[in-house]
């Protein structure tokens, strides 16, 4: 979760990720932004989110974020 904070620190700085569940329904993060995320999130927890995870349920927070993470995780240790 820590390494997922500094993410969306370095993506979208000045907002408290460990409290704020309306990332998007507020208009926190744009487009741009989301798109820089899902490729750190791709790149460093080496998942694939696809454009069918880019829900505000998956997005509007960082506890949301990293159980979608979790869940792209397990989904492919199975394979």
Same mark, same amino acid.
């Given at each position: 979760?820590?390494?997922l904070?500094?993410?969306?620190? =370095?993506?979208?700085?000045? @907002? ?8 998007? =329904?507020?208009?926190?993060? =744009?487009s741009? #932004?989301i798109?820089?995320?899902?490729? *750190?999130?791709? =790149?460093?927890? *080496? @998942? ?5 995870? @880019?829900?505000? *349920?998956?997005?509007?927070? #960082?506890? #949301?974020l990293?159980?979608?993470? *979790? ?5 492919? #240790?199975?394979?």
């Amino acid at each position: 979760m820590k390494k997922l904070i500094e993410i969306l620190e =370095d993506v979208q700085p000045d @907002v408290n990720y460990r409290t704020c569940e309306t990332l998007i =329904d507020d208009g926190i993060l =744009d487009s741009f #932004a989301i798109l820089s995320i899902i490729s *750190e999130l791709q =790149d460093e927890f *080496e @998942v694939t989110i696809t454009p069918s995870l @880019v829900i505000p *349920e998956n997005f509007n927070s #960082a506890k #949301a974020l990293w159980a979608m993470i *979790e869940r792209l995780q397990a989904a492919k #240790a199975e394979m």
